[in-house]
Each structure stands twice: as C-alpha cells, then as structure tokens.
C-alpha cells in the first residue's frame, strides 16, 4: 500500500494505543456519579459521543483517502473463510447470554448490577423514548470503533510487526488492551470481559478479512444491552426523569 505505514500513520496510532487510554484513566480515577442520569442528560451524551466517535474515525478514513490506499485492505470488502471464525461468533453470542443470565441471576447478584449501572454507566438507558438515540450511540459506536481499533490499527500492527514472531496476536491484542483501557470507567471487571469481546472481534476481522461482521456483533452487544435495561427498570422502575438531575435518583427499595 501506499506510505503505509506513514509517520501521519504513527501520531494517530500513538494517539489511539497511548494518549487515549492514558486520559481515560487519568479522567475516569475516582470519577463517579451517585446515580443514574435524567434522559435529557442522556440524549446529549449520546450525541456528544456520536459525534465524538465520527470525529476520531473521520480521521482515519481521510488519512487512508489521502494516500490512495484500498479500503479493502482495513475491512470494507464482504467476508471470506466462513468456516473459520463462524464458531467464534456462536462462542461469542453464548458467553454474552451468560454474562447477562449470571448479572441478575439472585437478588444479591441483581442489586450489585443496578448498583454498577449507577455508579459506573449512568447513561443506560431505562426508559423506550430514550432508545434511538442510545441506538443513534450503538450504530457510531459499531461503525467507528470497528474503522478504528480492528480495521486500522490491526492492519498497522501487522505491517509494524512483520518482522516479529506472534506478529498476528501483537496485531490483535494491541488494540484490544488500548480499546478495553478506553472503557475503564465501567470497571475493572468490564474492562476484562470487553477485553475478551475486543479479543474475539479481532480474530473475527483478521479470519474473515472484513469489518461488516465485527460492526453487526459490536452493534448487536450494544444494542441488547440497552434494551436489556430498559425491558429491566420497565419491571423495577427507578424514579428517574427529566425533572431528577444526575445523582439524585433513589435507591431501589429491597
């Protein structure tokens, strides 16, 4: 490909792989709020954070235009080898099912998860008006981050490591580590399951060779998440509404 990779090409990886993930655990150290946010602070952190992905993978994109490279070569091609990673999406679908059963699988296991969903993502949603545009938040999300993380920085990783032995897991796991960092706000254990997550959309992109199936599981998991919480707070309604600001909603009764 052409200048590939360029110096432009090393700033935004060490943009992506370094600065990013250490201002996310400068920023996020201690940062949490007491409760859930009102669904007019919600909208605006979905669409901040739309907008905010489009920027970073708007990036990429005009970069990999400028020098005339093929955008087969980052994903935007339909995928091969079916046989091959078809199974890493069936493991992938049944731990997330389990991974939800588990979170609310006893009251004591429920009211950690709602104690989380406070503290750590106060933005879920928990109510349907909220949805399209947390759905608005998935698609950025799936799209962008995908560009981001698999189609470009593993196919940095893999001219950038040509040479080493392992290349292909350095190539995969780089990003994954930098991704899951960026998440850090939820958690240490979700930066460990979404490290998993990040793990297996790797291998899936760098096996099927496109970024269309990665998109359409990163969305899947994002959006099943979301309704997840609104089917959630439908049955076990917190007094959370635009007229309660962020940190003020009241502890669900026992």
């Known amino acids: 490909m052409n200048n590939f990779p360029h110096w432009a090409d090393h700033v935004i990886v060490i943009i992506f792989l370094i600065i990013l993930p250490a201002y996310s655990i400068?920023?996020?150290k201690g940062n949490y709020t007491a409760?859930?946010?009102?669904?007019?602070?919600?909208?605006?952190?979905?669409?901040?954070?739309?907008?905010?992905?489009?920027?970073?993978?708007?990036?990429?994109?005009?970069?990999?235009?400028?020098f005339r490279r093929p955008f087969s070569a980052i994903g935007f091609t339909r995928p091969i080898h079916f046989a091959s990673w078809w199974w890493m999406v069936a493991a992938l679908i049944i731990l997330y099912l389990a991974d939800t059963f588990l979170s609310v699988s006893s009251k004591k296991k429920l009211?950690?998860?709602?104690?989380?969903?406070?503290?750590?993502?106060?933005?879920?949603?928990t109510q349907k008006?909220?949805?399209?545009?947390?759905?608005?938040?998935?698609?950025?999300?799936?799209?962008?981050e995908e560009i981001i993380y698999r189609g470009y920085l593993v196919s940095y990783g893999l001219y950038a490591f040509s040479a080493w032995p392992g290349k292909d897991f350095l190539a995969v796991m780089l990003p994954a580590v930098s991704f899951s960092i960026a998440h850090i706000y939820q958690g240490t254990k979700a930066v460990l399951k979404i490290l998993l997550l990040a793990v297996f959309f790797g291998l899936i992109f760098r096996l099927s060779g496109s970024l269309l199936v990665v998109m359409l599981l990163h969305f899947m998991v994002d959006a099943a998440g979301g309704i997840f919480t609104v089917a959630f707070?439908?049955?076990n309604p917190l007094p959370v509404n635009d007229e309660i600001q962020s940190g003020q909603a009241k502890e669900p009764e026992s």
Request: charged share 15%; with cysteine.
């Open 26 to 28: 400068w920023q996020h």
């Open 35 to 66: 409760g859930l946010l009102s669904s007019s602070e919600k909208k605006q952190v979905y669409i901040f954070g739309s907008v905010y992905l489009f920027a970073m993978g708007a990036v990429v994109l005009l970069l990999w235009y400028f």
């Open 111 to 125: 009211n950690e998860s709602i104690e989380t969903w406070k503290k750590r993502t106060p933005f879920v949603p």
């Open 129 to 144: 008006k909220e949805l399209p545009f947390y759905f608005l938040l998935c698609v950025s999300a799936a799209v962008w």
């Open 233 to 235: 707070f439908k049955e």
